[in-house]
C-alpha cells in the first residue's frame, strides 16, 4: 500500500508539468486537425505558464503555430496573429537556443524551406499591394533563412533583386544600392538592373557611382535600348556633347534603324549649332517612325526658331524694301515649320505647346479661319 501511495504522489507532483507540456502537443495536433484557433489557445497557455514558457519545444510550437496561420486560406484564421511569418522566425530561433540537446535545430531546419516560400509570397503579396517597404523586409526574412548552412551557401539571386526592386520603390537608397549591387556581383542576368541600380546611385547623390554602373550596364549589354538611350540622356543633359556623339554614334553602328537614335543625334547637333544636320537627323528619325512625335515637334520648333529670329532681324531694318526681303526670310521659315507642327498635332492631339506655336504660325500666315479655330481648341481644354 506504502509503494501504491509514493507513486500517485509522484503523478501528483508531475501532472502541472505533464499538463503544459501536453498543452504544446496538443498545439501541433491541432495545427494537424486544421483547428488553428485551439491550436493559438492552446500554446499560448503553455507560453505563459511557468512549467513550460521556457521549454524549446514550446517556442518551436508557436512557430509552427504562428507559420499556419500565415498560411491559412481563410481570411478570419489569418487574423489570429497581426504578424505572424516574422514572428515564427523568431519563434523558432528561440527554439534553437533554448535547446541543449540539438533537437530543435533538426525540427527547425525541416521548416526553413516552406518558411523561405511563405516570405518570398508574403513579399510578392506586399509589392502587389503597394506596400513595397513590407515587401522589402519579407525577402530579406528570405534571405536570411537562405545563409542558413542547410541551403549550401546557395544565394536566389530572384529574391535579391526583388528585395533591391522594394527598396527602390519604397526609396530606400542605401538598400537598393546594396541588393542591386549584390545581385549584380552575382551576375543577375537583366539589364534594368544597371538602370535601377544607377537612379539609386543619383538618387543618393553618388553621380558618378551611377555612370560608372551604366557603363558597365553597356559593356554587358551593349545591344540593350534602354541603357544606351539612358547613357546618352545623361551626357545631353550634362551638356557633355562629344560623351553623348560617342554613344550615339554607337547606338546607331549597332541598330542603323532605330528613330530614337536618331533623334537624340538630331538633339546633339541642334545643341552644337549644326542646324542643318540636325534637320537631317530628325527627318531621318521621322523616315524611320512617321508617327513620332518628338521628332515633327523639334523639326516645327526649329523652323519656327530661325523664322523669329530672322523677324528679329527685320525689324531691326530701317529701309523698307531690304526690311520686306528679310521678313519674306523668316515667313519662308514659318511655312516650313507648319507641316511638321500639323502633322505633330495629328500624332499628338492634346499637346498645348504644339496647339499654341500653330495658333502663332496660323496668324502670322494670315490663315484666320485656323487660327480661330486653334484659338477655340485652346479655350476648350
Known amino acids: ?147 542558413k548552412p542547410m541551403f549550401g551557401g546557395a ?41 535601377l541600380l544607377k537612379e539609386s546611385y543619383m538618387e543618393s547623390g553618388d553621380t558618378a557611382s551611377g555612370v560608372n554602373c551604366l557603363q558597365e550596364g553597356f559593356i554587358k549589354y551593349p545591344s540593350d535600348e534602354n541603357v544606351l538611350i539612358d547613357l546618352i540622356n545623361y551626357y545631353i543633359i550634362s551638356d557633355k556633347n562629344e560623351d553623348a556623339f560617342e554613344y550615339v554614334s554607337l547606338a546607331i553602328e549597332a541598330d542603323p534603324d532605330n528613330y530614337s537614335y536618331y533623334f537624340a543625334q538630331g538633339l546633339l547637333f541642334e545643341k552644337m549649332d549644326s542646324i542643318e544636320d540636325a534637320i537631317k537627323s530628325y527627318n531621318k528619325s521621322i523616315e524611320l517612325k512617321d508617327d513620332y512625335f518628338n521628332s515633327y515637334y523639334n523639326l516645327g520648333a526649329l523652323y519656327f526658331n530661325r523664322g523669329v529670329n530672322l523677324i528679329e532681324i527685320a525689324n531691326e531694318i530701317m529701309d523698307n524694301e531690304e526690311y520686306l526681303k528679310a521678313k519674306a526670310k523668316g515667313d519662308a521659315e514659318f511655312a516650313k515649320a507648319l507641316p511638321y507642327m500639323e502633322k505633330g498635332l495629328e500624332v499628338n492631339p492634346e499637346d498645348v505647346s504644339t496647339m499654341e506655336t500653330l495658333k502663332i504660325l496660323y496668324y502670322r500666315m494670315k490663315m484666320m479661319d485656323k487660327h480661330a479655330e486653334m484659338d477655340e481648341k485652346l479655350k476648350n481644354r
Open 1 to 147: 500500500m506504502k509503494r501504491i501511495t509514493i507513486l500517485i504522489m509522484l503523478l501528483v507532483g508531475f501532472s502541472p508539468v505533464f499538463a503544459q507540456k501536453g498543452k504544446v502537443t496538443s498545439a501541433l495536433n491541432y495545427i494537424t486537425a486544421g483547428n488553428l484557433e485551439k491550436a493559438k489557445e492552446a500554446i499560448e497557455q503553455a507560453m505563459t505558464h511557468e512549467k513550460s514558457k521556457d521549454w524549446s519545444k514550446t517556442y518551436y510550437a508557436k512557430g509552427r503555430v504562428l507559420q499556419a496561420v500565415a498560411e491559412s486560406n481563410d481570411p478570419n484564421t489569418r487574423k489570429l496573429y497581426e504578424n505572424p511569418l516574422p514572428e515564427a522566425f523568431k519563434e523558432y530561433q528561440k527554439a534553437i537556443e533554448l535547446d541543449e540537446k540539438g533537437k530543435m535545430e533538426k525540427l527547425v531546419t525541416l521548416q526553413y524551406p516552406l518558411l523561405s516560400n511563405d516570405f518570398i509570397k508574403l513579399g510578392i503579396d506586399m509589392f502587389q499591394a503597394g506596400k513595397h517597404k513590407e515587401a522589402m523586409e519579407a525577402f530579406e526574412y528570405s534571405l536570411e533563412i537562405g545563409k
Open 155 to 195: 544565394v536566389d539571386t530572384n529574391v535579391v533583386f526583388n528585395a533591391g526592386l522594394a527598396a527602390y520603390k519604397a526609396k530606400i537608397w542605401d538598400k537598393a544600392i546594396a541588393y542591386f549591387g549584390q545581385a549584380k556581383d552575382l551576375e543577375y542576368d537583366d539589364p534594368s538592373l544597371y538602370r
